[in-house]
């Protein structure tokens, strides 16, 4: 199950990242930013939703606590950064703060703060990241 989330979370998050490039490159992220984050969050809720009620699993409050922050956080990160290319920040600016920044931070911590080693996936998910930063970045 873990798996298939992380799996999930990953295609999605880099189609989201995507789809606000193509909103930005289209000139219309002013009219269309919120629709495509309600649409975009509420297709990926959704989604979770089936498979854990498919999987008959169940929640904890704390669990839903921190997925519902986890969730406010990427929608308010979202809407800064279409916000932040709407008011005139060059992409290859905005896009690898916006995800560079976070990769490294969240990398730095799991390191930092809980020790976590880095093999041969993590490396592999990190370079990902930052060759998606590059490719998101390029005019």
Same mark, same amino acid.
């Given at each position: ?55 008959g699993v169940t ?8 997925? *519902? %922050?986890?969730?406010? @956080?990427? &929608? =308010? ?10 008011? $005139? /920040?060059? #992409? ?9 920044? *976070? %990769?490294?931070?969240? @990398?730095? &911590? =799991? ?10 996936? $993590? /490396?592999? #998910? ?14």
């Amino acid at each position: 199950m873990w798996y298939r989330m992380m799996t999930i979370a990953f295609v999605t998050n880099g189609l989201g990242i995507f789809g606000t490039r193509v909103l930005v490159g289209w000139n219309v992220a002013d009219k269309y930013k919120f629709q495509y984050l309600v649409f975009w969050y509420g297709a990926g809720f959704i989604l979770a939703l089936l498979l854990l009620l498919r999987d008959g699993v169940t929640l904890t409050s704390r669990e839903a606590l921190i997925a *519902g %922050l986890m969730g406010t @956080a990427s &929608v =308010g990160g979202q809407l800064c950064l279409l916000t932040a290319l709407e008011k $005139g /920040i060059p #992409g290859h600016v905005a896009f690898p703060i916006a995800n560079g920044g *976070g %990769l490294f931070l969240v @990398a730095l &911590v =799991g390191i930092v703060f809980f020790a976590e080693r880095v093999h041969l996936y $993590g /490396i592999i #998910g990190i370079g990902l990241g930052i060759a998606a930063t590059v490719l998101l970045s390029l005019p």
